[in-house]
């Protein structure tokens, strides 16, 4: 089936072009580079995996409630609307919800796909590039996973927000290399894997519960990748032009926090734009949900040199300032670390499983 014929809302017949700016960068310079980005390049190479095969395709989804989120997660929940809706209109809309977010979380790997092969182009050292190229393949697993789990499980996709456009389009088009990394790595990125470690941490689901955290061990790695490229990068730049990247991600961070609303979904059941726009904003849920997608931003940003007054305040103002402080090297540690138990988990299981069927094939054939 097209993927036109499952979209909930109308998207475009041919995509979407966007007109970039910027020169291929070629080096002639194959010494070892920076031994802490060969170091990442190499962890790349090896932790490269299959989706079709990694992943447990065989477990069933309830595609009206894939992931086990309780009604208090739910923007309606607790209003006029919510008190209308049947109980099959209740399920309606976890689906819908999650179609929405993990529609969302494919139409940002795509661009994450996109931005690193910009990277790979424009990018001037050549470790840089080594390790862009590998990103480059974990955004098309990525992309892989997330529309094979949207269409085999849900059975129903969204068109790309408006706000995640809108910041993909302003970093592409920015003709500085440095961009795509300030642009993906840092903002989309980072907010992408606070948005998967919560639905990761939370989910009771096991399909779910393994893309996401599969995925966020990727991430982990791209995100250690743009701190230290740009981390080196920002040092030499002069206060005006670190002030142009501050208002970048001031700009960027906005876009970000009215990213996963989810307005969308509420109109789709009905209910009036300013009404699913003003049950978003005063969600006590949401309004959680929003400052912990800034768990692995500002941090990020205050580690990689952006950090300058006004970037601090317009964090003071959206509430999430006091985020800054937080160990960014552990909560990548614990990504990693979860994909691995989740692993040792799996595998432990399976093999007791076949331990069993071997002892049963063995007390058959002692019977007969």
Known sequence: MSTHELYAQPASATGWEVPTAGSAHFTWDYDDGRDRLLALYQKGKDKQWDAARRIDWDLEVDPYDPLGVPDQALTPYGTPYWDRMSEADRRELRRHYASWQFSQFLHGEQGAMVCAARIVQSAPDLD???????????????????????????????????????????????????????????????????????LRDTTDKPLPKQILAYVMQDEARHVAFGRMALRDYYKQLTDAELREREEFVIE????????????????????????????????????????LLFSRIVPCVKDIGLWGERLQQAYADMGVFDLGDSNLDLLMRQDEEIAERLDAQRFAAEEAERVAEVAEAVARGAAD
Not at 257 to 267: A, I
């Open 252 to 291: 960027g961070c906005h876009l970000m926090r009215d990213r996963l609303r989810g307005v969308e979904v509420l109109e789709n059941f009905g209910i009036p734009p300013a009404d699913a726009a003003g049950m978003s904003e005063n969600s006590e849920f949401l309004r959680l949900f929003r400052k």
């Open 128 to 198: 840089a590039k080594f390790y862009s190229a590998t990103q480059t393949m974990d955004e098309a697993r990525h992309a892989e996973l997330y529309a094979r789990f949207l269409h085999e499980k849900i059975g129903l996709l969204y068109p790309v927000n408006d706000q995640l456009q809108g910041l993909l389009g302003d970093t592409l088009r920015d003709s500085r290399w440095d961009m795509p990394y300030l642009g993906m790595q840092v903002l989309i990125e980072g907010l992408a894997l606070a948005a998967f470690g919560m």
